[in-house]
């Protein structure tokens, strides 16, 4: 019952606050804060087990099999990260939107609903309910999207719709193979299904996959593309760099800390109920390593060029996803190569790592959303030494960085160890676990590089124009402060998580309660072996800041743009491919059909009855029945000789037809 | 009785619609809402207590009978939403436009011919009735009375006689190969031991008759009519026409193909084969024209095209899952287009907007408008939970079951296409609707108000059955589908 409430009552009282909100914008921001806050409050319920077990609910009969609910600790853990990160936005976007009021009803409409729609596929039992609302969110988000109306934002807008609605085609013909191939689409009965459609043919039968086995694969590749468009994995991530950064800051950092995730979470509920654990689907664990550690590499090296505050936080999302692509791809790996106890390293890296990325994005775009609100520029020459004199911002963006970074004592740090623990496990079972390794720790070092980039430039370097300077050391004066209580408390509140997960004990137990694997608690975070990959990945990193970035990607003490604009893989590929080789022959095919009988009859009237163009006559006098008789018979009585040649002709050629076939 | 009472109440009202000396603009006004809750009433009535009546028999063979089954009365429900909703938004459209008690006096006796397509017990009268639905309709075309009209009226005319009389082709030979009087019942009343030994014959004529029957039905080669005739109509008609009246034609191959021929004798023969790949290809081709098409109802009118295709993809699967995937894409394809061909109404009505391009900033105009535009477009493209997102699923289902050979994966894939293809010719238009840019400062450009609620409530209505046709479509579609 209490999944019907999380899910419903924000869509709803979204619902409410439109009309609300035309007569009184105060009573609006009030009820809408109220909201997300009851929202955490209630799915703070689902800690305790008796509520837990009470929230599997099936409403049946509706859609497509109706829609069903569990809670088990994955999803308990991910329904508050929801809440939270909405009720966290939420109490900053009341100081955000001060200045900003044109189209927040709307707004507001939008995020509740997205609200809603995220604890649905969050708290979802069977694929089929995370479909209808992963749909219902990707809709709803774009118009945070498109927000701000700017040229950017719609371009960016229409990108992000096109990657949408494609992803959810192919999502959708991923649940069809699936539905088809294993008979069922909740996720409790999948892996028996799948299992089922192995014993069946005999399985290790070395002819391949059975027809059935072949589609439940299949339809896992179609999942993972359109749950992965929405997670910005290559090479479906066109849209990410795009549209975080042109969207508020508040709904950046939704999309970026949890509507990734919801990606990653029909990803990873897909990969290990149908796919692990059986062995001939070991290639699938290959594509989404291979998928991830692209998308890991990419949104790093993106990040690193990029010169836009929002801009470089987006990518390193991008990158971020990645890892936690990775840390699935490990998981099936392990667990098709019958390691369970690698498995469920990886599987607890991954969940770290998910929970990790939505509360450091948190923090990150918010203050990016600080920076902005107060200067309302994002460029890193432009907003160069807006924090210097400003503690809490710094301390808090300081938190989210190392945290990100991986640093010890922070908790990237346990996460991203126990991916990379997960990875030298699997050495046995990849030939290229090596060079993925090295990969690893290289994107790791990428991340610690960009940060520190953010950081000095934002936080520690001078601006160029000592007026600037001054007047953001001055804030914006009249003894107002830049942000207020509340924006601190969420920025700073948020940050502290970087801290208290950042503790191997607290972690651990998070990842025991999520993954149910227990043998996680006698993980040692903080052994020599660990140490050593964080140490060089944070080397690596040093090495990146202090000689690329600072040498190659400065130009006369400004940060360059020298990523080449060309290079698009939208503008690039993408369009060319769709616009010319796809549309233009299908488009000159359909003219041609849809026109072809119209044709065939315009030339039998011209042929036949030679009709001519005549002088133009009044023609509505159309019940005049003299005239339409008229109409109707001059053609045929002007041409009846003609018809008559005609009719010769014709039976001249079925003589002629006729003593062929006699002969 | 009361199932006569439904067809006759509507064209006595429509008529009467047409003599009565009704000048004030609200009397008027009175006397259509009237005579339409009128009509819907007894319909309902008859849909739920209308006795099977048999109105003349010629032989034993030539019997014209009415009489509801959940097929029947699947489709009336239909008929009466669309109508009902479409009557109340011509309240306001049609102040806009010459004679009004003429286009009245035809609205209604076109209601009353759906009723009868519904109704009808038999091939015969069904056949009858569809002519009727023809007859009655082609002066909605014409009613602006200009040469492209006029134009568009006689080829709409004529495609459609055409069709029709390759069905009734047809009829005579399912007669042939049966015995009685053809009255329909669930999986088909063909002796097969007639047919045994003669199936070149008899799988032809079926052929012939579902090309001509889906020529109402907009499916290639027969189609050519349809982008011509629907946008020249006045929006109401426009809504009408590819909303239900183009349903009759699914309605027709329905009823030939699962209540007379039956399924068994058709499955895994060529006319199944050409069927589906008459169909896919309209599926393509409309989807594809519509993306090319510039004038809003033109493209609207090939999406019609595309759409009803599905349906017939879905009736040519010849299965149970693909029936009820055809039923609630009718359903829900009736709500949307008529919802869209409205909204386009609107468009004309108050901005006086014809192209796509010049839609642009329309939605701080009506945004209701938009939003019910919106939410078809939705329905239509195939998202969650609206109705056509239902539908989809239960083809494609369909296809991956049980359709032979390559089909199975072709299917699904062309439906995907060209739901992508949808997406791309309608959500274009919301999003500049809504979001014109920042430099956007057209909004003194258009004259009039914003749409009254006469227009909107009627679309957001037909939103509504969309939506209903999402969340309970599969039930529903259970019911009709039980017996075959």
């Not at chain 1, 005999?202 to 086995?213: D, F, K, W």
């Not at chain 1, 692990?276 to 290959?286: C, I, K, L, N, T």
């Not at chain 2, 006045?234 to 349903?247: D, M, V």
Request: glycine share 10%; aromatic share 12%; hydrophobic share 55%.
């Amino acid at each position: 019952m209490i999944s019907i409430i999380l899910v419903f009552m924000p869509i709803l009282a979204g619902l409410a606050a439109w009309p609300a909100g035309r007569k009184n914008e105060s009573f609006r921001d009030g009820f809408v804060t109220v909201v997300s806050l009851a929202e955490l409050l209630l799915s703070l319920l689902l800690l305790d087990s008796g509520i837990r077990a009470s929230a599997a609910f099936k409403l049946g009969g509706i859609l497509a099999g109706g829609l069903s609910f569990e809670a088990d600790g994955f999803r308990t853990v991910y329904a508050i990260i929801t809440a939270f990160m909405w009720a966290g936005t939420g109490l900053f976007s009341l100081e955000y939107f001060k200045q900003e009021r044109e189209g927040l009803n709307r707004y507001w409409l939008f995020i509740l609903v997205t609200l809603g729609a995220t604890e649905g596929v969050m708290l979802s039992a069977d694929l089929m309910t995370s479909f209808v609302f992963f749909e219902i969110l990707s809709f709803t988000s774009f118009t945070w999207v498109i927000h701000e109306e700017t040229e950017e934002a719609v371009k960016a807008a229409y990108t992000y719709l096109f990657v949408a609605v494609t992803g959810g085609l192919i999502l959708f013909m991923g649940l069809l193979l699936l539905q088809h191939g294993a008979g069922t689409l909740r996720f409790d009965d999948l892996h028996e299904a799948v299992a089922l459609a192995f014993r069946a043919s005999g399985s290790g039968s070395p002819a391949g996959l059975t027809a059935a086995q072949g589609q439940i694969l299949a339809g896992a590749v179609c999942i993972l593309f359109g749950f992965g468009a929405k997670a910005g994995m290559f090479p479906l991530h066109i849209w990410l760099p795009k549209a975080h950064p042109v969207a508020p800051s508040p709904a950046s950092a939704l999309l970026s800390g949890i509507l990734t995730k919801v990606g990653i979470y029909g990803i990873l509920m897909t990969s290990l109920t149908a796919i692990a654990g059986q062995e001939a689907y070991r290639g699938f664990a290959v594509l989404i390593l291979l998928l991830g550690a692209v998308t890991m590499v990419l949104g790093a090296v993106l990040a690193l060029f990029s010169v836009n505050l929002k801009r470089t936080l987006a990518c390193s999302s991008m990158s971020q996803i990645g890892f936690i692509l990775i840390g699935i791809g490990m998981a099936v790996l392990l667990s098709c190569g019958g390691e369970e106890e690698g498995a469920g390293l990886a599987y607890a890296g991954t969940v770290l790592h998910m929970v990790n990325h939505s509360l450091i994005k948190l923090t990150l775009f918010c203050v990016a959303g600080v920076v902005v609100m107060n200067i309302h520029r994002l460029n890193l020459n432009e907003i160069r030494g807006f924090g210097r004199k400003k503690p809490l911002l710094k301390a808090a963006f300081a938190l989210g960085g190392l945290g990100i970074s991986g640093v010890p004592l922070f908790n990237g740090y346990i996460s991203k160890t126990l991916l990379h623990e997960s990875i030298l496990e699997g050495a046995g079972l990849l030939k290229l676990a090596p060079v993925l390794e090295w990969t690893f720790l290289l994107a790791g070092g990428c991340t610690f590089a960009y940060m520190l980039k953010l950081f000095l430039c934002v936080f520690v370097e001078e601006n160029r124009d000592p007026d600037l300077q001054k007047s953001y050391d001055r804030g914006p004066g009249q003894g107002r402060p830049y942000m207020n209580s509340c924006s601190a408390a969420v920025i700073f509140g948020s940050s502290l998580f970087m801290l208290v997960l950042g503790q191997p004990a607290v972690s651990c137990r998070l990842a025991a309660f999520m993954t149910g694997y227990e043998e996680i608690l006698s993980f040692h975070a903080f052994s020599l072996e660990n140490l050593k990959g964080s140490v060089i990945s944070l080397a690596i990193g040093a090495f990146l800041y202090l000689l690329p970035v600072r040498r190659l990607l400065m130009k006369d003490g400004d940060y360059a743009d020298l990523w080449p604009a060309r290079l698009d893989l939208e503008e690039m590929l993408y369009k060319p491919f769709l616009f010319k080789v796809c549309l233009l022959p299908l488009s000159i095919a359909a003219r041609i059909l849809a026109d072809s009988l119209d044709l065939l009859i315009l030339l039998a009237r011209k042929t036949i009855l030679r009709e001519k163009k005549r002088k133009s006559q009044k023609r509505n006098t159309f019940f005049d029945i003299r005239e339409t008789t008229y109409l109707a018979l001059d053609p045929i009585m002007r041409t009846f000789s003609f018809a008559m040649m005609m009719t010769c002709l014709g039976f001249l050629a079925i003589l002629g037809i006729l003593i062929l076939v006699s002969l | 009785m009361l199932i006569l009472a439904a067809i006759l109440f509507p064209i006595i009202g429509g008529l009467l619609a047409a003599c009565l000396p009704l000048g004030k603009d609200r009397d008027r006004r009175c006397f259509y809402g009237l005579v339409m809750a009128g009509s819907d009433l007894v319909c309902l009535l008859a849909m739920v207590y209308g006795q099977e009546i048999q109105l003349a028999a010629l032989s034993d063979r030539v019997v014209l009978a009415l009489g509801f089954d959940s097929f029947g009365r699947f489709f009336l429900a239909a008929v009466m939403i669309l109508y009902t909703a479409v009557c109340f938004y011509s309240f306001e459209y049609m102040k806009m436009e010459k004679r009004g008690e003429t286009f009245a006096a035809f609205f209604f006796i076109s209601f009353a011919a759906m009723v009868s397509v519904c109704a009808a017990r038999n091939l015969l009268t069904m056949y009858l009735s569809f002519e009727m639905a023809t007859l009655s309709t082609v002066p909605l075309v014409l009613h602006e009375r200009t040469k492209e009209a006029v134009r568009a009226g006689m080829k709409y005319l004529f495609y459609s006689v055409a069709g029709a009389l390759m069905g009734l082709m047809s009829l005579f030979f399912v007669y042939y190969f049966s015995e009685g009087s053809g009255t329909f019942v669930p999986g088909g009343f063909v002796d097969p031991q007639a047919v045994a030994g003669r199936e070149p014959l008899f799988l032809a004529m079926v052929f012939v008759g579902i090309v001509g029957f889906g020529t109402k039905a907009g499916m290639f080669p027969m189609h050519g009519w349809l982008p011509t005739a629907h946008p020249i109509a006045p929006a109401p008609a426009s809504s009408l026409l590819s909303g239900i009246i183009a349903k009759a034609g699914i309605l027709a191959v329905g009823r030939l193909v699962y209540y007379a021929v039956g399924t068994d004798l058709l499955r895994g023969s060529w006319v199944q084969y050409a069927w589906m790949i008459l169909a896919l290809l309209t599926v393509l081709m409309g989807s594809t024209m519509a993306f090319c098409e510039k004038n809003l109802k033109k493209r609207l009118a090939y999406s019609t095209v595309s759409q009803l295709s599905y349906m017939m993809l879905g009736m040519a699967l010849l299965s149970r899952q693909g029936l009820e995937g055809a039923l609630i894409h009718a359903m829900s394809h009736s709500a949307a287009k008529g919802c869209l061909f409205l909204a386009a109404g609107a468009f004309i009505y108050y901005a006086g907007i014809r192209q796509v391009k010049d839609l642009r900033g329309i939605g701080r105009q009506m945004p209701l408008v938009v939003w019910a535009f919106m939410l078809a477009a939705l329905s239509l493209v195939g998202i969650p939970p609206m109705g056509g997102y239902l539908s989809k699923w239960k083809i494609c289902l369909a296809a991956l079951e049980g359709a032979p050979g390559l089909f199975a994966w072709l299917i699904p894939l062309v439906l995907l296409v060209s739901a992508l293809l949808t997406a791309g010719y309608l959500f274009p238009l919301v999003i500049d609707g809504f979001f014109p840019g920042r430099d956007f400062h057209g909004e003194e450009g258009y004259q009039g108000g914003r749409a009254s609620l006469v227009m909107t409530i009627p679309m957001l209505a037909l939103c509504g059955s969309a939506l209903a046709a999402g969340l309970f479509g599969g039930s529903i579609a259970g019911l009709v589908t039980g017996g075959i």
